[in-house]
């Protein structure tokens, strides 16, 4: 008996240093912002969130497929800007063989301009031969005819035109597609903050597991030697062995969870070539950062600044801006096209012209479509569709508003969950630290210390999803709000 005691009491001593090596409480620290810095000597090797954010910004196939929208945006800019391109014309005309027998060349210059739809032309013709009299004006003296002029809408395109108004649509394309660009990163910075949180919540289950076996196999040890000298019944032994498979059981399934959490994360997670990077044991985050949810001020504040800076509603904003400009030029194309042009012309040299050698000529041009049904149409289709793009911006807002009201909710709720789990963590731990002392004094069993030891590690387990909950439903919050978007790097990061 005094044997038995013996064993027993270094058994408990043993079990007592390696418990509370392995399950060691973490230190309250108060929570005086969102995201804490834990102690940095520990977390020097750590693969943090912001590594992981700044690794897909940079190597991420997928979004740096999504960034190339950017250029494709300002591709078509660039052609719009095209239409209003220097534009060269020439034309070279020989008519042989027959009563008139002319050649006659010319080259001109044309400049479509922004400015109220102006249009600024000159050129140079040069012609000889004979011409009937209904064709005298292809006629030139012997040095050719200068002219120059320009043509000015006052009605229909003085305000807008086909040209202004591609460029106009072009312009806010380009808006476009950074919020395209700002929708998928927030996709992407989702699935990777997920994945994120998934192996460091993976790492904290292994390393629970591993210390549960641990502290089985110290026992069975001891257990061994006992049985050896017949201090205790080999039934002891037996059942401790049992445990011992069962967690190594559990260690290989916790092994394999962070295994594959691990592959996960590296499609993320790149090196410098772009390749995936698994992350490494010794790289796994030491404890979680200090949880805090955001105050009522705060959600208030984040909320009205989200509706102005959420890509899903700011791109409602831009697609209706491009109608708005289809309704100025339906409104545009109904108007008398009336355009005013001044031209002057000047003939060098000699020859049997006779007209110049300088001459000004003014006209006005004007047209009108009766029906005007063409123009009609888009006004009242492009009408139609501002008003679908007003009731769909409507409701985005108010999505906008339910989305970030249950996202801060679910912090908060996250919150309160990993500090109930806390303090159940920290109840159980004296549970098990009492029933060891009562098995120590011989009033308990090693089945029932084997359970106690079990609950902790659950409940171990369950604060540490718990805390992983938190911080993904954190990362969701404040890709609700849209944070950090409006520069191009991500959502902030502890």
Not at 297 to 315: N, S
Not at 380 to 394: H, K, T
């Amino acid at each position: 008996m005094a044997l038995q005691k013996a064993f027993t009491a270094a058994l408990l001593c043993i079990l007592t240093l390696t418990a509370q090596q392995q399950f060691r409480l973490p230190k309250q620290r108060p929570l005086t912002n969102r995201f804490s810095e834990t102690n940095a000597e520990e977390q020097a090797n750590a693969l943090s969130l912001s590594t992981v954010i700044e690794s897909l910004n940079k190597n991420f196939p997928p979004l740096r497929a999504a960034l190339l929208e950017r250029p494709l945006a300002e591709a078509d800019l660039l052609s719009a800007q095209g239409r209003f391109d220097l534009i060269l014309k020439s034309r070279a005309d020989i008519q042989q063989f027959g009563y008139y027998e002319n050649e006659r060349f010319s080259v001109s210059l044309e400049q479509p301009t922004q400015l109220w739809g102006s249009t600024f032309y000159s050129g140079y013709a040069l012609s000889s031969g004979r011409y009937p009299t209904y064709e005298g004006k292809q006629l030139t003296n012997d040095g050719g005819q200068y002219i120059a002029g320009v043509r000015v809408p006052l009605a229909r395109d003085r305000e807008i035109d086909s040209r202004r108004a591609d460029l106009a649509q072009k312009r806010i394309g380009l808006r476009l597609a950074d919020l395209s660009i700002d929708q998928q990163r927030i996709a992407i910075l989702q699935s990777a903050t997920r994945r994120y949180w998934d192996w460091v919540s993976a790492g904290r289950r292994l390393a629970i597991a591993n210390s549960l076996l641990e502290v089985a196999q110290a026992r069975d040890s001891i257990l061994r030697e006992a049985v050896r000298l017949g201090a205790l019944p080999q039934f002891e032994q037996l059942d401790n062995q049992r445990l011992v498979l069962q967690r190594q059981n559990n260690v290989v399934e916790a092994q394999r969870a962070i295994e594959n959490a691990a592959i996960e994360l590296s499609l993320f997670l790149r090196d410098a070539s772009g390749h995936p990077r698994l992350a490494v044991h010794s790289e796994l985050p030491t404890a979680f950062p200090d949880p805090a949810p955001p105050s009522d001020e705060e959600v208030a504040a984040d909320l009205e600044a989200a509706v102005l800076r959420r890509p899903d509603i700011l791109r409602l904003v831009f697609q209706r801006n491009q109608v708005e400009v289809d309704r100025k030029l339906a409104i545009n194309q109904r108007k008398p096209g009336i355009d005013v042009f001044t031209e002057y012309s000047r003939e060098i040299g000699r020859g049997i012209v006779l007209r110049g050698p300088n001459d000004v000529r003014a006209g006005v041009l004007f047209d009108l479509p009766f029906q005007r049904r063409h123009a009609t149409g888009r006004l009242q289709a492009a009408e139609a569709r501002i008003r679908q793009y007003q009731e769909r911006e409507v409701f985005q807002r108010d999505q906008a508003t339910a989305e970030v009201k249950d996202a801060a909710s679910a912090v908060k709720a996250a919150f309160q969950r990993a500090q109930v789990l806390l303090d159940e963590l920290r109840v159980t731990r004296q549970v098990e630290e009492a029933e060891r002392t009562r098995y120590e004094l011989g009033d308990s069993t090693l089945f029932v210390l084997n359970q106690r030891e079990q609950s902790t590690a659950e409940t171990a387990i369950r604060e540490a999803n718990a805390l992983a909950d938190y911080f993904r439903a954190y990362a969701a919050y404040e890709l609700a709000i849209a944070k950090g978007l409006t520069s191009g790097m991500g959502m902030s990061t502890p």
